[in-house]
């Protein structure tokens, strides 16, 4: 076995934490992938792996061994590419995630354009409200809400969202409308726990950042839940900015309190591979990132 393939055998194990799982991610047996994790050892003379029946993990010098494999690995395979053009039409799978009301809205619709304008892809989209571990899942590609936490990941930023309170008119005709936040305690709550589990609503108010715990009345699972029971004229709800643009252009909502509103929550496209990415990955992530910056609610 070359010095190539014994990279991407350890590569293979190393972040699958797993010499079973990494052997059935490059086709090989498990124990021919001990033995070239083992000449690897031999033939560098330092532990690149720390075993336990439990787990595998890789040293401080198996690490820097691994972000060295990483890069020449790519760096091959981008040349491969290019043998075989760069912009040949993607084809193969692809595997994507998004929170379940964004996917719904705005990634499901440029999904099947997609594949109607690329015929040989196929894609398998994860609409979850949870943090998917692209790695650890085997994803190609997410559209993340919120600030990015440092990643070797590539992002490409597509557009903004923020938290707003919003009722409908015929409520707040018959209640009022709050001024300050801390009115909201004389109001009727509707808290959509997907949205945030704990029901503190954070605010920004003449530059100084409150928190207020409010008491909800009812309490649903989603925001989709939360707005149709506003819009009928019971309560008040806080949901992002995106979820509310058609109710609100259409007269069925008004945003309250919006000169104490949060910063803006910044949406990216998050994937795996960098400016070497294959064909599939270069053209979805395109294709997505030109749909989602046309959207108004995403502004």
Known sequence: MDRLQLMMVFIAVAEEESFARGATRINMSAP?????????????????????????RVTDTGQQYLDHARRIVAEVDAADEAIVALDAAPQGHLAMTASVLFGKRFVAPAIVDYLTRYPDTDISAMFVDRMVNLIEENVDVAVRIGALPDSSMNAVGVGHVHNVVCASPAYLAEHGTPREPRDLLNHIIVHASAISAQPDWK?????????????????????????????????????????????????????????????????????????????????????????????????
């Open 32 to 56: 021919a992938v001990t033995r070239a994790i083992a000449a690897l050892e031999t033939r560098l003379g330092v532990k690149l792996l720390t075993r336990t029946t439990r787990y595998v």
């Open 203 to 299: 605010f920004v108010c003449d530059g100084q950042p409150l928190a207020l715990r409010v008491y909800p009345r009812l309490v649903v699972s989603g925001g989709d839940t939360a707005i149709d029971m506003v819009a009928s004229g019971f309560g008040v709800t806080r949901v992002q900015s995106y979820l509310v643009a058609q109710q609100i252009e259409a007269g069925e909502l008004t945003i309250i309190l919006a000169d104490c509103a949060c910063p803006p929550q910044p949406v990216h496209i998050l994937y795996r591979e960098g400016r070497q990415a294959s064909a599939k990955i270069r053209t979805f992530v395109d294709f997505m990132s030109a749909h989602l910056r046309t959207q108004a609610a995403l502004r």
